[in-house]
């Protein structure tokens, strides 16, 4: 198998599970216990959550554990809406990943008032329509950091000081560039930031959300489950001890080799778009400067993506969000991009990681090319 879907999951770092080990058998205790096996296990909990502070450049106390970026982005945007109750507007952008979308349309239900900012053909919005959708009753501003189907990276710093000026806060769904990109929360502005172990190289089921507890933009949030209190009574419910130390170690690895990755990944996708870009008729969804490294989103005009797909055999690529995988409809994200239906519907998925071997993309660039120039043989 040649795994080309690292936008979805990536794989378990094998540092990372030797770190969770011990805490899958012998150091089982309840980080929450009064006893000393409970305030041993509650320390090595500090010390993961100071290992993610680190990588964000935030205080430790900041980072409420969740299950992953779905669960966090719902405390987010509930939890800021419940606790200010004056103001009911939000400002987000109809290429947001679908937990972001949903939850959005979910509290248009309860009397929310949310405006989807449009983006231009390369991915990116434009600011000075984010400028005009600001009103005294703009309460947060939610933009995605990187887009999860495209890598399309959005001016984060810039979207944060707009909402600032206006006395909003500003949320980021950083799932896709935590451990891949440098983020510090501080430098960027940023109040809300929502994020997933398994996108780089750490357990599912484990993430996380910072909230910003420092003037002049301490965030107040509204608990979203209850029961106990836990984590600065956020997040009710026994912590995941073995996936905490996963995202820690994932996250101190990362803030180690993020660099090498980088270098890694991007000459690899390099290599690849090169290759695909021979084929007549394909061209990159997506802004060329202001985008991931490891993301290639390329539509083959006029060919069935799902086709595609399935001629590939044993090389995993994908047709866009795994979240959405069920639905029959174009990606939404595409579709925003001002594709037609049909280029959306050729477009693939190609998102490398740090176990993409050169010759991985060898291979796949091959069989791309004699899928594709079958499947066009067989239209023809």
């Known amino acids: 198998m040649i795994y080309l879907d690292n936008n979805a999951t990536t794989k378990l770092d094998p540092r990372v599970l030797e770190a969770m080990m011990p805490y899958l058998t012998e150091d089982y205790g309840n980080a929450a216990s009064n006893h000393e096996f409970g305030i041993q296990i509650n320390q090595k909990v500090k010390e993961a ?9 935030s205080e430790p106390q900041e980072i409420i554990f969740t299950s992953g970026a779905t669960e966090a982005i719902n405390l987010g945007l509930k939890g800021i809406i419940n606790a200010n109750p004056d ?11 679908k937990a972001v979308l949903d939850v959005c349309q979910y509290l248009e239900k309860n009397g929310c008032k949310i405006t989807y900012l449009s983006v231009s053909k390369n ?17 947060l501003v939610c933009v995605m950091f990187v887009n999860n189907e495209t890598g399309v990276i959005q001016p984060i710093k810039e ?6 000026k206006n006395g909003s806060f500003f949320m980021t769904d950083a799932t896709q560039a935590i451990g891949k990109m440098p983020v510090d929360v501080n ?4 109040d809300l930031m929502a994020f997933s172990a398994h996108k780089f190289y750490g357990p599912k089921g484990v993430g996380g959300l910072f909230v910003r507890s420092r003037r002049p933009n301490k965030v107040k949030l509204t608990s979203i489950i209850h029961g106990g209190g836990h984590e600065r009574n956020m ?8 996936g905490i130390m996963g995202i820690g170690k994932a996250a101190e690895i990362a803030k180690q080799i993020m660099l090498e990755d980088a270098q890694h990944i ?17 061209f990159i969804n997506g802004d060329a400067e202001h985008r991931l490294y490891n993301t290639c989103n390329i539509c083959f005009k006029g060919v069935d993506a799902d086709a595609l797909l399935i001629g590939l055999d044993d090389i995993m690529v994908s047709t866009g969000s795994a979240c959405t995988s069920t639905e029959t409809n174009p990606s939404h994200v595409l579709i925003a991009m001002e594709l037609t239906e049909l280029d959306a519907y050729s477009s693939i998925r190609i998102s490398l990681g740090r176990f993409t ?16 120039n079958s499947l066009i043989g067989t239209k023809s």
Request: one cysteine or more; a positive charge.
């Open 123 to 139: 991915g990116l919005i434009d600011l000075e329509k984010l400028r005009s959708h600001l009103t005294e009753k703009t309460l």
């Open 235 to 242: 997040r009710s419910g026994t912590l995941n001890v073995p």
């Open 159 to 164: 979207i944060s000081e707009f909402a600032h």
């Open 357 to 372: 071997k050169e010759n991985d993309i060898t291979e796949t660039c091959r069989m791309i090319k004699k899928v594709v």
């Open 187 to 190: 430098e960027l502005g940023i």
């Open 266 to 282: 991007k000459t690899l996708r390099d290599i690849i778009e090169l290759e695909l870009l021979k084929i007549p008729n394909s």
């Open 49 to 57: 959550r100071a290992s993610v502070a680190s990588l964000i450049g």
């Open 87 to 97: 103001r009911n507007h939000i400002i987000t952008v109809q290429t947001e990943h």
